[in-house]
């Protein structure tokens, strides 16, 4: 069991780029979550797959934000014409199954700065 | 407003001490819970999870649950310096359709034990 695992760890770009990031999931697990995190705050809920379907996007999530997980397996969150206040951790999280005794395991993150 | 509250902190106990970490939910019908340890920088490490009311024990950490309250806590018992961290209550919750559980996070408390 290798862990959820996130790439890029670190992303500085200038405002106005488009920056992609990818959250590779615990095999078998056929949930996963997007969070944003800002300093002193609780991780925010963006949106969240079960298997290739996205069940839910925050209402936090503007049209600039979008994220995929074509196969099931893999996802990735675009974020398009990036703003300053964008810069935050952005967390991934994967469980298995769906129910209320799911548990999430989070990945190490991407920390993106927009200068 | 589906909420997870939790005292911000800091929360600042000796070495040794016993720390108690609170959080209360707002859905009636939440099942799980958990309690996660976020160190700064990094991503939330799951450390507790509880389904029933009662005590939960492991090691040096206990979680209590009241359901009737819609309460839940943490302690943990001889704080080590080590323990220094940000605790995140995290309570499994009806997504905004009804139909699926989905994890929602308090803002955290952080917690100082002074050697």
Known sequence: ?????????????????????????????????????????????????????QLEKSRLLSDRFSAER????????????????????????????GGPQETQYFGPGTRLLVL | QKEVEQNS??????????????????DRGSQSFFWYRQYSGKSPELIMFIYSNGDKEDGRFTAQLNKASQYVS????DSQPSDSATYLCAVNMFDSGGSNYKLTFGKGTLLTVNP
């Open chain 1, 1 to 53: 069991d290798t862990g959820v695992s996130q790439n890029p760890r670190h992303k500085i770009t200038k405002r106005g780029q488009n920056v992609t990031f990818r959250c590779d999931p615990i095999s078998e697990h056929n949930r996963l979550y997007w969070y944003r995190q800002t300093l002193g705050q609780g991780p925010e809920f963006l949106t969240y797959f079960q298997n290739e379907a």
């Open chain 1, 70 to 97: 074509p196969k099931g397996s893999f996802s990735t969150l675009e974020i398009q014409r990036t703003e300053q206040g964008d810069s935050a951790m952005y967390l991934c999280a994967s469980s298995f199954i």
């Open chain 2, 9 to 26: 902190g800091p929360l600042s106990v000796p070495e040794g001490a016993i720390a108690s970490l609170n959080c209360t939910y707002s």
């Open chain 2, 74 to 77: 943490l302690l943990i018992r």
